[in-house]
């Protein structure tokens, strides 16, 4: 089981940063096969915002390109979100995501982020 707590949300004006965290907790993210970020607007579907695959690289969804950037510190078992040029629509509530092949996803509780215009 992996426990992941977000943290690092917040209301913040158009152009401005916030950086989110994820920490996990009962395993280690080194071990996980895919790990990211995802967001869910109000009404919308929830969507995927970047994730570190192993042996693959990062992936970026295009809305975010350029100003979003993941990284990972396996050394405190957290990963991060760093969110740059924030605009509006950046506005959702943004969740941690980990995965092992063949088996169940693992999901944190969500941060909310609102970019006011």
């Known amino acids: 089981q992996v426990q992941l707590v977000e943290s690092g949300g917040g209301v913040v004006q158009a152009g401005g940063s916030l950086r989110l965290s994820c920490a996990a907790s009962g395993s280690t993210l080194s071990s996980m096969d895919v790990i990211g970020w995802y967001r869910q607007a109000p009404g919308k579907q929830r969507e995927l915002v970047a994730t570190?695959?192993?042996?693959?690289?990062?992936v970026y969804a295009d809305s975010v390109k350029g100003r979003f950037t993941i990284s990972k510190d396996n050394a405190n078992n957290t990963v991060y979100l760093e969110m740059n040029s924030l605009k509006p629509e950046d506005t959702a509530v943004y969740l941690c995501?980990?995965?092992?092949?063949?088996?169940?996803?693992?999901w944190g509780q969500g941060t909310q982020v609102t970019v006011s215009s």
């Open positions: 570190i695959r192993r042996g693959l690289g990062t």
């Open positions: 995501n980990a995965v092992k092949l063949f088996r169940s996803p693992f």
